[in-house]
Structure formats: C-alpha cells, structure tokens
C-alpha cells in the first residue's frame, strides 16, 4: 500500500511542478479512490478463508442430519473500501438440499452483497432523503456506487427490524 501512495504523491508533485498549481478536491479524490482500492485489495485477501480441515467437513443441519463441505465458493461484497470478494467454505446437506455458508453468517452477509458498514451507510442517508439522494450521497460522499433499490431495500429492511425490537421491548 505504501507503494501505491508513494507512487500517487510522485505523480501529483510532478503535476505541480508543470503547472506550480495544486487542485486540492481533485488530489483528495484521487488519494481516496487509491487508498479504497488499496485497502480492498487487502480486504479480499483477509477474506480468502481456507478449506476446513478434515475434522471439520461436516456441520449440523437444521433438518436434523448433517451438511458436508463440498468446496470454497466465492461472493462479491460491497465494503466500505470498495467492491471486495469472500472466498468461503460452502456445505450441502444432501438429504434436504440446503446449502449453509458459515461465514457469511460470521461476516453478518448473510443473503446480501453488502457489508454491515455500507448497509449502516444506506440506512443512515435512505432515513434522511429521498433514497436516489441517498445513492447520489454515498457516491458523493464515500465514493460507493449502489442502487437507489438497494438504498430503499436496506433503510426499509433496518426501519422494521428496529420497530420489532421496540415492539419487543414493550
């Protein structure tokens, strides 16, 4: 990564030194979209989870019988860093059908293509605007590209999960 930043800050001192000029916004985007792409590089390696060990090729079902490793199978996530991929172990419980894979529910990715951060993020400007403001907000703001569905889906899915746990709590 420092590689990377060394590089950026020679090409902008380089820049200044043809023009004498700095454009700040322009050099604060460009580092940030380097130091996303960076640290999405470094995310997707974090992510890359190993074949389970021999022990540990077979997981309880909810059936009642057990699902077996079958292989490591891959996901793309929505990080806050960027677009990311999760190589995990995936298990199939061959008398029901169902698939389990452990670590998307250990990453709380779980039946979605983004991360806990980027779905706060969602939430966060899906509550306060129309949800296509909310989308324009996080490419603006966080450089993340989603759609204004996904915005909607992920401020909607939030709201009720937080009625019920105050229904809950009644």
Do not use: W
Request: charged fraction near 25%; glycine fraction near 6%.
């Amino acid at each position: 990564m420092a590689r990377e930043v060394n590089q950026f800050l020679s090409r902008v001192f380089v820049q200044r030194r043809k023009d004498g000029r700095t454009d700040l916004e322009a050099v604060e985007s460009a580092l940030r979209a380097a130091l996303h792409q960076a640290g999405a590089a470094a995310l997707t390696e974090l992510l890359k989870f190993e074949a389970p060990a021999a022990e540990q090729r077979q997981l309880p079902c909810r059936c009642g019988h057990h699902a077996q490793y079958q292989e490591l199978r891959s996901k793309p996530v929505l990080t806050i860093v960027g677009p990311v991929r999760v190589s995990r172990p995936y298990y199939l419980c061959a008398p029901c059908g169902a698939g389990q894979f452990p670590v998307d529910a250990e990453l709380d990715i779980e039946n979605t293509e983004f991360s806990p951060g980027v779905r706060r993020m969602q939430a966060l400007v899906g509550q306060q605007a129309p949800f296509d403001h909310g989308r324009k907000q996080l490419k603006v703001l966080a450089g993340l590209e989603v759609t204004t569905k996904s915005v909607e889906r992920t401020a909607e899915a939030i709201g009720a999960d937080i009625a019920q746990r105050e229904q809950e709590e009644i």
